[in-house]
Each structure stands twice: as C-alpha cells, then as structure tokens.
C-alpha cells in the first residue's frame, strides 16, 4: 500500500504596519507559522500585518494586532 502524499505548508509573506507613519513598514518573507510571527508582531509593538500567499503573491488576510485601528 502507497503512503499518501504529505501536503505542503502554506508558506506567507508578510507587511508589518504601524500607526505611526515616522516608523518605516516592515517586509517579512517565509512565514510557516502564522501563530508565532503574531506573536513576533506583538513584541515589536506594531498595529497590523497583511498575509501575502507566498507562491501566488495573493492577498490572504489582514490581522489587527491592536483594537481601534
């Protein structure tokens, strides 16, 4: 009997944004683990990220990190 294929991760990229428009956007690339880089994005005190597909290069989904923004 064949072993089934395994299925690839999902791979992301990522745009970090702050409210503050002096602190310059951020570009993130290979993200696996989006439960880890959120917890990542929440050290470096940041307000959002959008998840980019990384093969199709497809928006995914904007995660707010802090309420009211």
């Known amino acids: 009997m064949k072993k ?3 299925m690839a991760k999902n791979i992301y990229n990522a745009i970090v944004f702050w409210k503050d428009k ?3 956007v951020r570009k993130y690339r290979n ?3 989006i439960s880890s880089f959120t917890n ?3 050290s470096i005190k940041a ?3 959008n998840l980019y597909d990384k ?3 497809l928006y995914v989904e904007r995660i707010y990190i802090k309420k009211g923004t």
């Open 22 to 24: 002096a602190v310059p």
């Open 55 to 57: 093969n199709t290069k």
């Open 4 to 6: 089934p294929f395994k």
């Open 31 to 33: 993200i696996s683990n």
């Open 47 to 49: 307000d959002y990220f």
């Open 40 to 42: 990542f994005v929440i």
